[in-house]
């Protein structure tokens, strides 16, 4: 039996780039091109339509952008899987990307090989990262870490202690409990003690 054929829709604004990156993929017998848009609300159209089993998104288009079109296709309940191609390798582009719902993330000087190689290994539902995305996504993952003593205060404080008894428990100041609490929101991505005990538990930081 023949390997399975990966259908794919291209979406960039640029006809000339849209036309390269069809002919690069089309090169390949695993991969047919079935569809393509020039921007995000048409390719939320054109993906509806012809149910592709690979994306590969341009990220910023007049109009709707492609985060925009990826967070669409996602509260959709889309199949497809999506993967960014881009000029832009920012951490905040490249992790705005991966939280709207990417499944891979490359920048357009990748090699016609590694494109067609991070298009079938998305259609077999793997991420797929160039270097910088990977290394952006690693940096975040180390940030986002929360020490054992952070561990410690959110834990004694999801008992409903307040600082004074927190610091008392763990033998340290006030000030001490204080820092930790502001330095442990911004990795929760909170604002406040009940946020944070809430994410907390939802991301299984306690038991």
């Known amino acids: ?89 920012t951490d905040r582009d490249i992790r705005t990307a991966v939280d709207a719902g990417a499944d891979g993330y490359l920048l357009k000087a990748t090699p016609r090989s590694e494109l067609v190689d991070a298009v079938l290994r998305a259609a077999a539902g793997q991420s797929v990262l160039g270097p910088t995305a990977a290394a952006s996504l690693m940096a975040r993952r180390r940030d986002a870490e929360l020490t054992d003593r952070e561990l410690q205060v959110l834990a004694a404080i999801a008992k409903g202690g307040t600082n004074r008894e927190v610091a008392k428990e763990l033998l340290v100041s006030e000030a001490t409990v204080k820092t930790h609490l502001l330095r442990l929101y911004p990795k929760l991505g909170v604002r ?16």
């Open 1 to 89: 039996m023949s390997e399975r054929v990966v259908r794919v829709v291209v979406v960039d604004d640029h006809p000339v780039v849209r036309d390269g990156i069809k002919g690069m993929l089309s090169q390949d017998d695993r991969l047919e091109v079935i569809g393509e848009a020039a921007d995000g609300a048409e390719a939320i159209a054109v993906v509806t339509k012809v149910r592709p089993d690979v994306v590969v998104m341009d990220l910023r288009m007049p109009g709707t952008d492609g985060v925009a079109a990826i967070r669409a296709l996602r509260a959709a309940g889309s199949p497809a899987h999506i993967l960014v191609l881009t000029t832009y390798d």
């Open 192 to 207: 406040d003690r009940a946020a944070a005990v809430r994410v907390a538990y939802e991301r299984g930081l306690l038991g």
